[in-house]
């Protein structure tokens, strides 16, 4: 049985989370408190799995909780439950919430949240990912740009010229945004060399998913590894990341969904750069037996390491304590059936953008797994969208 604390300064609301979770009363054991303060005073006495509050509450809001929640107990998954909709609001939790649940919701929402959290809890704590999670040189820190590109999107100055600012302020971050903004894919024939003009072309969801990747590419350090291209897996990465929001947006999802698309798609595949800049010999070991035995990557390190890339970028990803859906997604891209979440998500759409974006077919679709969450008969209109000129970001 697991620990849930829900803090709430609503005590209509509070009775009724504990009452939501009533008939699940055999997994989870639910605490009640009406403060920040009270909610700490309780993780003192007991152990907590979850710690799920309101964002807006006098003395200390959601985000002020949980940042100290994550520094005392780190071990303690993070829920932001709240009624504000506003995208900075909510992308400034990032640093110290694992979910973010919108008010209202429902039941099936919160159970789903505690499920994912569950799922990846038991994947992340997998002795032998962890073993190769140390193996690393580094593992990258939380990168700060990201955090002063949010600081000046919510400044009541904010202004695109602002944010170019604080994204020149990385040569890496500054040269993708310039190539992404200046690909042909996006139908446009002149040149940008205005930032504030890339910026306002590629729109700043985008530009937040970049600065989060910018972290781990800027890190790899070129040649280590003979034959690994970092711009043909960038490539790859830009190409699930736009169809995976170009998937989530066709089926008529919200924003915030669709960009948490796109960042997954972007950040997917980042574990590879992590194993190809610690542990070159090992990864190119991987790569020959995939190659040599014509199986999927995963298999092949599996046989080498005993965990996969996907494993290994969702543990960086866990410990940035970026939202479960972007975790979940990174961990489970190859193989979807492993989450306990059975229902079209952000993890359906990267699953489906990386087999569709992958050139060697080594990793086709779970079809199986398309039926059994019940959109088998999506999958030809998302090959379609695949097949579409790719349209051009916005905001």
Not at 177 to 201: C, K, T, W, Y
Not at 261 to 276: E, P, S, V, Y
Not at 325 to 341: L, R, Y
């Amino acid at each position: 049985m697991k620990k849930i604390l829900f803090v709430e300064d609503n005590e209509m609301l509070l009775e009724l989370y504990s009452l939501m979770l009533d008939r699940d009363r055999d997994r989870w054991q639910t605490a009640l408190a009406p403060d920040g303060a009270t909610a700490l005073k309780l993780l003192q006495q007991t152990t907590f799995d979850v710690v799920a509050t309101d964002m807006q509450m006098p003395g200390m809001n959601g985000v002020e909780l949980l940042t100290e929640v994550r520094q005392r107990h780190p071990q303690t998954s993070r829920i932001i439950i709240s009624g504000f909709t506003d995208q900075a609001d909510a992308a400034n939790s990032l640093h110290c919430t694992h979910q973010f649940i919108p008010k209202p919701f429902n039941v099936q929402a919160l159970r789903a949240a505690l499920d994912r959290l569950g799922s990846l809890d038991a994947f992340l704590q997998d002795e032998k990912l962890r073993r190769l999670a140390g193996k690393m040189r580094a593992l990258p820190s939380f990168p700060t740009l990201y955090l002063d590109i949010m600081r000046e999107i919510e400044s009541p100055t904010s202004s695109l010229q602002g944010v170019a600012a604080v994204v020149a302020k990385d040569p890496g971050l500054t040269a993708k945004i310039f190539q992404l903004a200046n690909s042909g894919a996006l139908g446009r024939a002149e040149r940008l060399s205005d930032p504030a003009e890339a910026v306002q072309r590629l729109g700043l969801s985008t530009v937040r998913a970049l600065a989060l990747s910018a972290q781990v590419y800027g890190s790899f350090a070129p040649g280590r590894l003979p034959g690994f291209s970092a711009e043909t897996l960038w490539a790859h990465l830009m190409n699930c990341g736009e169809l995976a929001r170009a998937i989530l947006r066709h089926e008529r999802a919200g924003v915030a969904a669709a960009d948490d698309a796109f960042t997954a798609g972007l950040l997917h595949d980042m574990g590879k750069l992590m194993l190809a800049d610690s542990l070159p010999n090992e990864f190119a070991r991987a790569l020959a037996l995939a190659e040599e035995e014509q199986m999927p990557l995963p298999d092949a390190e599996m046989a080498v390491f005993g965990a996969t890339h996907a494993g290994l970028a969702a543990y960086l990803l866990g410990l940035w304590g970026l939202p479960a859906a972007i975790v979940e997604a990174v961990a489970f891209h190859h193989t979807p059936e492993k989450s306990e979440v059975k229902e079209f998500s952000v993890l359906t759409a990267v699953h489906v953008a990386n087999a569709l974006a992958d050139e060697s077919r080594r990793h086709p679709v779970n079809l199986d797994y398309l039926a059994e969450i019940g959109v088998a008969d999506r999958w030809d209109g998302w090959r379609a969208l695949a097949a579409e000129p790719s349209a051009e970001p916005t905001a």
